[in-house]
């Protein structure tokens, strides 16, 4: 509530409703931190907070690019998973959003180690 009073002591008060939600969090897990050249990298989309009807999009990249590769066409499924090709380090994300479209990411890495 707010409070107004003019200069001859008129008082006018407004009330306003706030709604405080608690932001969303990204709780997605990783299979492994370790995994051999072939072996699949698997996301598992989780969250808590903000408004729930979570959605995932789940991407990967070699650590020493930029450019992220998406696994999945964004936002359609709550898992994802991909088989390196290739024994180097490998950083896969994932991205929550909630309801009211706030979103929350979270980024591993994944070491790939050459197949014996």
Known sequence: MINVKDSIGRIKSKTFTIEVKKP???KTTVNAETVKVGEKIVLKGAASGGVKGYQYAFYYKKSKNTDWIEMVPE???KSAAFRPKKATSYDVMSVVKDSDGI???KTFTVEVTDAE
């Open 24 to 26: 969303v969090v990204n």
């Open 75 to 77: 936002f359609t499924t």
């Open 103 to 105: 979103t929350d990411s």
